[in-house]
């Protein structure tokens, strides 16, 4: 089973909302961290336009995490 998670790169009212720090961390960490320590999903696919979400997401969960390219015409 795997975990889908949507992190989009722009927010019309938080710029950088998904990566901006929240208590020493960046958001979407915080979702990604809770979701892993469940220890339910064999990965987490990660689906964004955000090429640092990927970068981050890649550096952070390796092989766990799966990052989908968000088609042009989702964003």
């Not at 790169?9 to 950088?16: A, G, Q, T």
């Not at 020493?24 to 090429?51: Q, R, W």
Request: positive net charge.
């Amino acid at each position: 089973m795997f975990v889908l998670l949507l992190m989009k790169s722009h927010s019309e009212r938080v710029p950088n909302k998904n990566i901006r720090e929240l208590n020493g961390k960046p958001l979407f960490y915080h979702i990604a961290d809770t979701l892993k320590s469940a220890n339910i999903f064999k990965n987490m696919v990660i689906n964004t336009d955000c090429e640092k979400i990927s970068a981050m997401a890649q550096d952070r969960y390796g092989s766990w995490v799966l990052i989908h390219k968000r088609p042009e015409k989702l964003r």
